[in-house]
């Protein structure tokens, strides 16, 4: 059992055939917020390595509220573009 060979190397890759970008669902909060959850999913990895980067202070700013963990959206958008949260 083989390879077809009429897949581009995109959908070998598993990447979209429409353009370069991925949609994403997050669900914001009106002031900016998101869970762990979804900010990972927003930044592309997944929230268990939000929570290491936490413990070693490392990665975007978070803020505690109710004993949840959140992320700013503009810490994040802050974050991909090469500076700490």
């Known amino acids: 059992m083989g390879v077809s060979r009429h897949l581009t190397a995109r ?3 598993g ?3 429409g ?3 991925d ?3 997050v ?3 009106p002031d ?3 869970c762990r959850d979804d900010a990972a999913r927003y930044l592309g990895c997944a929230a268990k390595t939000l929570a290491m980067w936490a413990l070693c202070r490392r990665g ?3 803020v505690k509220v109710g004993g949840r963990i959140f992320y700013y959206q503009a810490d ?3 974050f991909i573009r090469g500076g700490e949260g």
Do not use: F, K, S, Y
């Open 11 to 13: 959908q070998l890759a």
């Open 15 to 17: 990447l979209a055939d």
């Open 19 to 21: 353009g370069g970008v």
């Open 23 to 25: 949609r994403i669902r």
């Open 27 to 29: 669900c914001v909060l």
């Open 32 to 34: 900016g917020r998101m």
């Open 60 to 62: 975007p700013r978070w």
């Open 76 to 78: 994040l958008d802050a």
